[in-house]
């Protein structure tokens, strides 16, 4: 009797899994609350898209104005990649999560995003002044 | 709300007749308010300054109109009879901008206004991609809100038979006002909610205005020449007092001929889109 050669790795079941874009948008959105003083916060919503494809969305949340402005979004295969940035200057596809992390740091370092979120924040101190 | 007025105005960057048409276009937005007792203007493709004149010259006609804050997307344009407290911005995108609008004596209105890409600058995959965003906005919009007496219009760049328009997923709207009062029906285990969508008995020749409120002639295969791109779209909610025809596809205002004498939109005297009016309940002004 002959026994079998072991084909698995020793580390099975260890690999941590692919992060999705909605994991790694969360991430960034966790940040901003602390960049704004708490003026302007990010959340991300997550819903069903296209067939079988999942979508993410990067939303600016203003608290003391009970606004939400939906910057951007991602839709994604179920496990992760291939996926596609929607922003409003067009569509930008992205194969896995390095290439995903160059596309956010574009938007999220865009003169269009820093203009957006001081204008927020300035809206959301004069809210709290009026208040 | 009496009625509501969306026109996208083809005053986009690329516009090289914007200056020359403005003046006839704010005549025309004046017309229509003070004959049809418009209270609320939404325009696409506009600038501030022209908003800004338009507002003006509509005050003229003894209908003063506020202009009311501005889309963050840059791509729509409010200004109302109601100032601008009875107005809540609840949520916006690029493309689009939903508010919440309370006046006393009437239940609240949420109002969503969009602009979609172009056809011309995104694939139908892409289309359907915005469509499904914008109907995801509504939802939050709807939730954070509290109510479903939701109108959505605008220029969608889409017809009504277009996936993007029709699919549950996206803005799930239908063209029979008795289904649409089912309110939501069931796909995948997921609930979705109906729109009615009044567009549909304004397409073709022999409905009551003109068969689109865009037209474009193309050389390929498949031509509709006549779309229905700019659209209304209301939640069973509204449904009860909706009028039989709560929508109308502008095609004059005073002595302005919003067509040329072929019967198209005419583009260089005024916009290559016809206006929408419509109305929000039967209590309002008449649209017809």
């Known amino acids: ?131 | 709300v009496s009625a509501v007025l969306f026109w996208n105005l083809d005053l986009g960057e690329a516009s090289t007749s914007a200056a020359s048409r403005a003046r006839s276009l704010g005549d025309v937005v004046a017309s229509v308010v003070a004959s049809d007792h418009v209270d609320v203007l939404v325009f696409a493709e506009a600038t501030a300054d022209v908003v800004a004149g338009i507002a003006t010259q509509a005050t003229r006609g003894r209908r003063t109109l506020h202009l009311h804050q501005e889309h963050y997307g840059g791509k729509l344009w409010f200004a109302s009879t109601h100032p601008s407290s009875a107005w809540t911005t609840i949520e916006e995108s690029p493309r689009a901008s939903a508010r919440e609008l309370r006046t006393e004596g009437a239940p609240p209105l949420l109002l969503v206004a969009a602009h979609l890409p172009s056809k011309l600058h995104s694939s139908a995959e892409s289309q359907h991609e915005d469509a499904l965003a914008l109907a995801q906005l509504v939802r939050s919009a709807e939730r954070a809100c509290g109510h479903r007496r939701t109108v959505l219009f605008g220029d969608l760049n889409m017809d009504p038979f277009e996936p993007g328009i029709v699919g549950a997923r996206s803005l799930h709207g239908v063209m029979d006002r008795s289904l649409a009062r089912e309110e939501h029906r069931t796909v995948g285990n997921e609930r979705y909610d109906y729109f009615y969508n009044p567009m549909w008995s304004l397409l073709g020749d022999r409905s009551s205005g003109p068969p689109g409120t865009y037209f474009v002639r193309r050389s390929e295969a498949v031509a509709y020449f006549w779309h229905s791109f700019d659209q209304v779209l209301f939640r069973p909610d509204l449904l009860d007092d909706l009028p039989l025809d709560p929508v109308r596809i502008v095609t004059r205002a005073g002595e302005h001929a919003l067509l040329t004498p072929r019967g198209r939109p005419n583009a260089t005297g005024y916009s290559d889109h016809l206006p929408l009016l419509f109305c929000t309940t039967t209590h309002s002004g008449d649209t017809q």
């Open chain 1, 1 to 131: 009797m002959t026994t079998a050669t072991n084909l698995w790795p020793q580390d099975i079941g260890e690999t941590p899994p692919d992060r999705t874009p909605a994991v790694v948008l969360r991430e960034q959105a966790d940040l901003l609350g602390g960049l704004t003083d708490g003026a302007v916060l990010a959340d991300v919503e997550e819903s069903a898209g296209d067939g079988d494809r999942l979508r993410a969305t990067f939303l600016l949340v203003v608290p003391a104005l009970r606004y939400r402005y939906a910057h951007f979004s991602v839709s994604y295969a179920p496990q992760g990649y291939p996926a596609a940035v929607h922003w409003t200057g067009g569509d930008y596809p992205v194969g896995d999560e390095p290439g995903l992390m160059l596309v956010l740091s574009n938007i999220l370092r865009s003169e269009p995003t820093r203009r957006l979120v001081a204008t927020l924040k300035q809206r959301a101190l004069d809210a709290g002044k009026a208040a």
